[in-house]
C-alpha cells in the first residue's frame, strides 16, 4: 500500500485522541458520582476540551504548516503523555480540567496535521474522500474501545480494594508514547507544501478569508451543527443511561460503546457506499433517519424504576437500540470535510482545516453544555428530543450547500 507508514501513523495518532477526547462523557459522569459535582458544573469539562482546540486551531493553524505536520503532530503526543500520567499520579476536578485543556491543545496540533497530511499522501478527491471516512471510522474504533477501557477500569476499582478508574490513564499514557514513537522513525515528504510557504500573517488572513466564500460559511454551519448534534447525544449518553435507562455504571459507559460502534461501522462503510452513490443523497438519508430513530425510540425510555436492571439481560430495549443513532450520523462530518477540503489546493487546506476545528469544537462545547442545562434543568428525555432541532436545519442547508460546491472556483477567493 502506498504511503502504508504514515498512514498508519495517521490512524494510530487519530486513535489516541478518539479514546482521550470521547472519554469526557465517561469523566463528567464520575465527576457527578465521585465529586458530588451538578451536571451543570461538571459539563464545562466538554469546554475546556473544545475551546482548547478552537482557541489553539485559531492561533496556530496558519503557522503548523511552518513548524511541520509531523514536528506538530509529535508535540501533541508528547503533550498528552504527560498530562495522562499527571493526571494518574494526581486526580480532583481540577486536574481533570487541565487534562481536557491539554488534550483540546494537542489535539488542535494533530488534527490540522492529520487533515492537511491526508492530502499530502491521496491523489485525487474520491481517494481523500474514501482515506477520510477510513480515517474518521478508525476514530470511532478508538472511541468504541475507550468506553469500555474506562468501563473496565470503574467495574475493577468498583470491585477491588485500592484500584481506582485513574488506572486508566496509565494505559493512555503507553499509547500516546507508542504513537510517538511510530511517528519519529515515519517519514513524512512535506516538500510540496514548504515549497509554497509564506508568511505566517499571510497564512492567517487567508484561513480568515475563507470565511467570506458562501460555500465556507454554509459549511462551518454544517459543520457546527453535526459536531453539537453528536457531542450533545455522546457526552452525554453515558449519564442518560445512568439516571434515565437506571443501568449500573460501568454498564452505563460499556453501553455507549455501541454509539461508537454504529459510527465506526457506518465510517467505514460510507466509503464503499459513496463509490456507487452521490454523497448529498446519502447524506440526506442519514439526517432523515436519524430524526426517524430519535422520535421513534425516546419513548420507550421513559418510567423505568431505580434497580430493576441488574445487567445486560434486563437492561431496557432503548439502551440497546437508540445508539444506534450514531450508524447514521456516521458519515455526515467526514463526508462533509471532504467535500470542501478537495475543492481547495493543497497548500490552502491547511487554513481550512483549522476553521474545521475551530467550529467543531464550538459545536461540540455548545451541543455538550445546552444538553448539560436540559438534563440538569429538565430531563434527559427532552434533552435528546431537543437535538431534532439541529438535524432538521442541517438537512435543510445541505441542499444549497450542493449547489455552491458545485460551482465553486478557487479563483473565487481573489474576487
Known amino acids: 500500500m502506498k504511503h502504508w507508514k504514515i498512514k498508519l501513523s495517521l490512524f494510530l495518532n487519530y486513535f489516541v485522541f478518539a479514546i482521550l477526547l470521547n472519554s469526557v462523557g465517561t469523566v463528567i459522569l464520575q465527576v457527578i458520582n465521585e465529586y458530588q459535582i451538578d451536571p451543570s458544573s461538571a459539563s464545562v469539562l466538554e469546554g475546556y476540551k473544545d475551546l482548547s482546540i478552537a482557541i489553539a486551531s485559531f492561533l496556530i493553524a496558519s503557522y503548523i504548516p511552518k513548524f511541520g505536520y509531523k514536528k506538530s503532530m509529535l508535540a501533541g503526543l508528547a503533550f498528552v503523555t504527560v498530562a495522562a500520567i499527571v493526571m494518574r499520579l494526581t486526580g480532583g476536578f481540577l486536574m481533570t480540567k487541565i487534562l481536557f485543556a491539554t488534550v483540546g491543545v494537542s489535539f488542535a496540533l494533530i488534527k490540522v496535521s492529520v487533515y492537511s497530511t491526508v492530502g499530502l499522501i491521496t491523489d485525487d478527491s474520491n481517494e ?98 453535526y459536531v453539537y448534534i453528536e457531542q450533545g447525544i455522546g457526552t452525554w449518553m453515558p449519564t442518560f443511561n445512568n439516571k434515565i435507562l437506571q443501568l449500573p455504571d460501568a454498564m452505563s459507559v460499556q453501553v455507549t460503546s455501541i454509539f461508537a460502534a454504529t459510527t465506526a461501522i457506518g465510517r467505514l462503510a460510507s466509503g464503499a457506499v459513496m463509490k456507487k452513490v452521490n454523497w448529498f443523497w446519502v447524506l440526506i438519508s442519514c439526517i432523515a433517519s436519524a430524526m426517524l430513530l430519535v422520535v421513534l425510540v425516546l419513548p420507550l425510555a421513559g418510567g423505568i424504576e431505580e434497580g430493576s436492571v441488574q445487567g445486560w439481560l434486563s437492561a431496557p430495549f432503548a439502551a440497546y437500540i437508540f445508539p444506534l443513532i450514531g450508524l447514521f450520523l456516521a458519515p455526515i462530518y467526514p463526508t462533509l470535510s471532504s467535500t470542501v477540503l478537495s475543492k481547495l489546493p493543497k497548500t490552502k487546506q491547511s487554513g481550512m482545516t483549522g476553521l474545521i476545528v475551530i467550529f467543531s469544537a464550538l459545536g461540540g462545547t455548545t451541543g455538550s453544555i445546552f444538553t448539560g442545562f436540559m438534563f440538569d434543568h429538565l430531563d434527559g428525555i427532552t434533552a435528546f428530543y431537543l437535538t431534532l432541532i439541529p438535524m432538521g436545519i442541517m438537512l435543510l442547508i445541505l441542499f444549497p450547500y450542493r449547489k455552491l460546491r458545485k460551482d465553486f472556483k478557487f479563483e473565487s477567493l481573489t474576487d
Open 128 to 225: 481523500h474522500s474514501s482515506f477520510m471516512n477510513m480515517l474518521e471510522g478508525i476514530f470511532m474504533i478508538g472511541v468504541l474501545l475507550g468506553y469500555w477501557l474506562f468501563g473496565g477500569f470503574i467495574d475493577w476499582a468498583n470491585h477491588t480494594p485500592g484500584a481506582t478508574w485513574l488506572d486508566t490513564y496509565w494505559v493512555l499514557a503507553a499509547i500516546s508514547a507508542a504513537a510517538f514513537v511510530l511517528l519519529v522513525f515515519t517519514e513524512l515528504d512535506e516538500s510540496e507544501v514548504q515549497a509554497d510557504n509564506q508568511d505566517i500573517k499571510k497564512s492567517f488572513l487567508e484561513m480568515i478569508g475563507l470565511v467570506r466564500l458562501p460555500l465556507v460559511l454554509i459549511f462551518i454551519a454544517g459543520v457546527f451543527l
